[in-house]
T-cell receptor, first 113, second 112 residues
Framework: AQSVTQLDSHVSVSEGTPVLLRCNYS??????LFWYVQHPNKGLQLLLK??????LVKGINGFEAEFKKSETSFHLTKPSAHMSDAAEYFC???????????FGTGTRLKVLA | GAGVSQSPSNKVTEKGKDVELRCDPI?????LYWYRQSLGQGLEFLIY????????KSGLPSDRFSAERTGGSVSTLTIQRTQQEDSAVYLC??????????FGPGTRLLVL
């Protein structure tokens, strides 16, 4: 069975410092992995996705994530946080050929001025 | 182009009342999904429609929940005899078959 664990429910960083949001997954197959962002009172927006091509995936707004099979991780990073990055971030796993997305419980990112 | 839209954006109801939540998917998207996001929780899959196939209702939490999709487009999620634990944000998504899901802004439901 698939599952995804976001290791931190809240992360605070200062503006201009790096961001690291951690995600570990469990899947019997080679999964597809996604990061979504949800700004307050807005819908979910796809940041990036991994689908068995390059292990380092670049997304929108300067975010990227690296798929590490040996560590079953898919951590989200950004070199320099911006105030507009404050939002909730969800890691998602899906098995190939299925339509079901399994969501993590989310990490709320706070960016301090 | 227009994204997924949902209405109402907010709904307050009394315990025991029925509610209907609406989702307008992106035009041409054959797949439609409903999720529930409870406070402090991730998104919970509720139901999936794909074209004219029978929907996957495996995520519906009880028989008070039902959904339909008319004409392969608009979908309505109905909750009968609402309970306080039904309070959540209900999100709809649509996609082309096998492709990325695009989410609507959600309906925030509060059951008093």
């Amino acid at each position: 069975a698939q599952s995804v664990t976001q290791l931190d429910s809240h992360v605070s960083v200062s503006e201009g410092t790096p961001v690291l949001l951690r995600c570990n997954y469990s899947s019997s197959y080679s999964p597809s992995l996604f990061w979504y962002v949800q700004h307050p009172n807005k819908g979910l927006q796809l940041l990036l996705k991994y689908t068995s091509a390059a292990t380092l995936v670049k997304g929108i707004n300067g975010f990227e994530a690296e798929f590490k099979k040996s560590e079953t991780s898919f951590h989200l990073t950004k070199p320099s946080a911006h105030m507009s990055d404050a939002a909730e971030y969800f890691c998602v796993v899906s098995e190939p050929g299925t339509y079901k997305y399994i969501f993590g419980t989310g990490t709320r990112l706070k960016v301090l001025a | 182009g227009a994204g997924v839209s949902q209405s109402p954006s907010n709904k307050v109801t009394e315990k025991g009342k029925d509610v209907e939540l609406r989702c307008d998917p992106i035009s041409g998207h054959t797949a439609l999904y409903w999720y529930r996001q409870s406070l402090g929780q991730g998104l919970e899959f509720l139901i999936y429609f794909q074209g004219n196939s029978a929907p996957d209702k495996s995520g519906l939490p009880s028989d008070r929940f039902s959904a339909e999709r008319t004409g392969g487009s608009v979908s309505t999620l109905t909750i009968q005899r609402t309970q306080q634990e039904d309070s959540a944000v209900y999100l709809c998504a649509s996609s082309l078959l096998g492709s990325d899901q695009y989410f609507g802004p959600g309906t925030r439901l509060l059951v008093l």
